[in-house]
């Protein structure tokens, strides 16, 4: 499984390089490694379902979270914006 680390004080751009990232992943299971501080996300996904979404403030686990399974990518992309503060 591929994984994508990325620090990103941009979320905007850290949403581009996930979703650029998903593209060259296409129906393969990929992880996604953010820190957006001060919190870090760790995603499992599989096209535009985020299976897997955890949400940490140092090495506390804050949140735990999902998407839906079908979503089109907007709404993939909305999702990402929603969660990623």
């Known amino acids: ?6 620090n990103a004080t941009n979320k905007d751009e850290a949403i581009k390089q996930i979703n650029a990232f998903r593209l060259k992943n296409k129906n393969k299971w990929y992880q996604i490694n953010l820190t957006y501080l001060p919190f870090t996300f760790k995603m499992k996904a599989w096209n535009t379902w985020v299976q897997i979404d955890r949400k940490y403030e140092g090495e506390e686990l804050i949140d735990n979270a999902g ?4 979503q089109s990518v907007s709404q993939f992309k909305q999702y990402l914006q929603d969660r990623i503060r």
């Open 1 to 6: 499984m591929e994984t994508l680390t990325i």
């Open 67 to 70: 998407s839906s399974m079908e």
